[in-house]
């Protein structure tokens, strides 16, 4: 019975100090800085992963995938300065949508005979009709404009196709209208919004004001209006 007392006793004291010494052991790894370090580091790449495991699979592509060479503009770079024949000789071919094309058909048959400062002269006009209030607001709408007394661009309604041959002179009438879309200052003919060729004498031409002669048209705009009219 006293050896079974005594064996008793021993194995208490064993495990006594056993549990001592782990506890022992675990404060002082709860007080190592390295292994605070270590535990912080696993936390923050776990951390890492979840918030990179979070982001769509497209928005890493975006991210990691090289961007593309921009395309080249068909577009026109507008010049501070009025057009020159060397400086338009260097653009691209142009092109456009609809306004691009009434603007570029009206240049063409209006002064394709013309020179360059009478094609950029009659672009003018029709732009700034499209600023003016008593004009559509739009090129399509100014170059197809009619009025009682017909067309206010006589090709729009004189019974002959509008089409335009693609040759060399209407690529270059396309730039000029592409330049001034694209705004190209309009300095030649001082706001003008009618013009005519010297062959004719109409009407209104003594009730507006001249503004300039370019090539074979006359450019006229509307007086203006003061309180004392």
Not at 25 to 37: C, G, K, L, R
Not at 47 to 54: D, F, I, N, V, Y
Not at 96 to 122: D, K, P
Request: glycine fraction near 8%.
């Amino acid at each position: 019975m006293s050896v079974l007392k005594s064996w008793t006793g021993g194995a208490l004291v064993l495990l006594a100090m056993a549990g001592g010494l782990r506890a022992e052991v675990t404060v002082s790894q709860s007080n190592d800085p390295t292994a605070i370090v270590g535990s912080g580091l696993v936390a923050l790449l776990g951390q890492e992963r979840s918030a990179l495991e979070a982001i769509p699979a497209k928005r890493i592509s975006a991210i990691t995938t090289a961007p593309k060479a921009p395309r080249k503009s068909s577009k026109s770079v507008a010049s501070p300065q009025p057009i020159t024949a060397e400086w338009l000789s260097a653009q691209p071919a142009p092109s456009g949508g609809a306004e691009f094309q009434c603007l570029a058909s009206a240049i063409y048959h209006e002064a394709r005979g013309e020179g360059l400062q009478g094609q950029i002269a009659v672009a003018e006009v029709i732009l700034n009709r499209v600023d003016d209030a008593a004009f559509p607001g739009s090129v399509c709408s100014v170059v197809n404009q009619s009025n009682g007394r017909g067309c206010q661009f006589s090709f729009t309604c004189d019974g002959r196709p509008d089409t335009v041959p693609q040759n060399a002179t209407f690529v270059n009438v396309a730039k000029v209208a592409r330049a001034m879309l694209d705004g190209a200052p309009r300095g030649l003919t001082d706001g003008a919004t009618f013009f005519h060729t010297p062959a004719v004498r109409p009407n209104w031409s003594t009730r507006f004001t001249r503004t300039t002669q370019i090539g074979s048209h006359i450019f006229y705009r509307p007086p203006l209006r003061t309180a004392m009219n």
